[in-house]
């Protein structure tokens, strides 16, 4: 029977793994948990069945899935483990990870006979709560097909290119939505002080082309309310724009709005905080003008 791992239950890590439970509990396998503080692996075995594990004893798994705030974690966590994966094992990093580290990650596994796929994944821990991730995946197309049906945490799974390309389009796609939510913060600001009713300019903007998940969702549910609920924490969100500015770079591309969002939003992290959400960037935003977006 199959084996699965899972390395770090963070606000994703957390229901993804809980859907890996449910998955191996319905098809006989089993589904091994580790976290850095143990207790959080205890209380979700305790929750879903999943079962707590030294980080030796993961080596043994099928497939070793980790979701850890960056790749640095991951690297820390390939040292830890060193030699003793198995050959024949699958690697699914669904960190938002730089796209460099994942190949030189890759090309170390694979010494070991280790495959690895960068498969970083969108939807927030709601969307991992209830299976509806979508999954951006780079590397081999055979070693996606042996791994596929252990997905359970996904509604939709997208090959993108070879090792690193999955994490280069998370990168790009993250940092298309810091771009709406600052430029959507401004415009409110903007209006903010002239008098217009924001509630009132947001139902008309979300009824006209001006639109986005920033201004249909985040904006009306985190901002308005002034309730800025972590989910996603904004040094993570300022982290992707830095790949995605990475991103850019290598590939010599012409890119001034999403580097210079990448900015905005290292500068937010740094005087708002990186352990606020992400929503309260626009906390930036309103000191540099003066009011406040509700
Ligand atoms: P969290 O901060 O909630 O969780 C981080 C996890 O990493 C925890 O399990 C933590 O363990 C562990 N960890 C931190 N440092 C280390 C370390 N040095 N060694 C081992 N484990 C470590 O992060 P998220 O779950 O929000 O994010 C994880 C990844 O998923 C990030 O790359 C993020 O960008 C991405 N992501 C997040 C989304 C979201 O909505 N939150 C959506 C899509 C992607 P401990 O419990 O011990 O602190």
């Not at 948990?33 to 030796?56: C, I, M, Y």
């Not at 030189?104 to 796929?117: D, E, N, S, Y």
């Not at 415009?187 to 001006?210: K, M, P, Q, W, Y």
């Not at 009306?220 to 993570?236: K, S």
Request: hydrophobic share 50%; charged share 20%; with cysteine.
């Amino acid at each position: 029977s199959r084996t699965l791992a899972f390395l770090g239950l963070g606000a994703m890590g957390w229901p993804m793994a809980a859907q890996l439970a449910r998955h191996t509990k319905e098809t006989g396998g089993r589904t091994l948990v580790w976290n850095r503080t143990q207790a959080k692996a205890d209380a979700h075995a305790r929750e879903f069945g999943s079962e707590a594990a030294a980080l030796p004893e993961v080596a043994a798994a099928d497939v070793i899935f980790s979701c850890l705030p960056t790749s640095a974690e991951v690297d820390e966590v390939l040292t830890a483990l060193g030699g003793q994966l198995r050959a024949g094992a699958v690697w699914v990093d669904c960190t938002s990870g730089q796209p460099e580290a994942a190949r030189r990650q890759a090309a170390g596994l694979a010494g070991r006979g280790v495959a690895f796929l960068d498969a970083p994944v969108s939807g927030g821990p709601g969307g991992a709560a209830a299976g509806k991730l979508t999954v951006m995946v780079g590397g081999d197309t055979a070693v996606l097909e042996r791994v596929r049906a252990d997905l359970a945490f996904a509604a939709k799974v997208v090959h993108v290119g070879d090792v690193g390309a999955g994490f280069a389009v998370k990168a790009i796609n993250n940092t298309l939505m810091a771009v709406n939510m600052w430029a959507a913060g401004e415009g409110l600001a903007a209006l903010a002080r002239t008098g217009v009713d924001l509630h009132a300019a947001l139902d008309v903007i979300n009824a006209s082309s001006g639109r986005s998940y920033p201004t249909e969702a985040l904006i009306p549910q985190r901002v308005l309310t002034r309730e800025f609920p972590v989910t996603f924490q904004l040094g993570l969100l300022a982290k992707d724009a830095g790949i995605a500015a990475e991103v850019v770079q290598d590939a010599r591309a012409s890119a001034p709005v999403l580097t210079q969002v990448a900015a905005l939003y290292r500068a937010a992290a740094h005087s708002i905080g990186a352990e606020a959400d992400y929503s309260a960037a626009l906390k930036l935003v309103e000191q540099m003008n003066g009011t406040e977006i509700k």
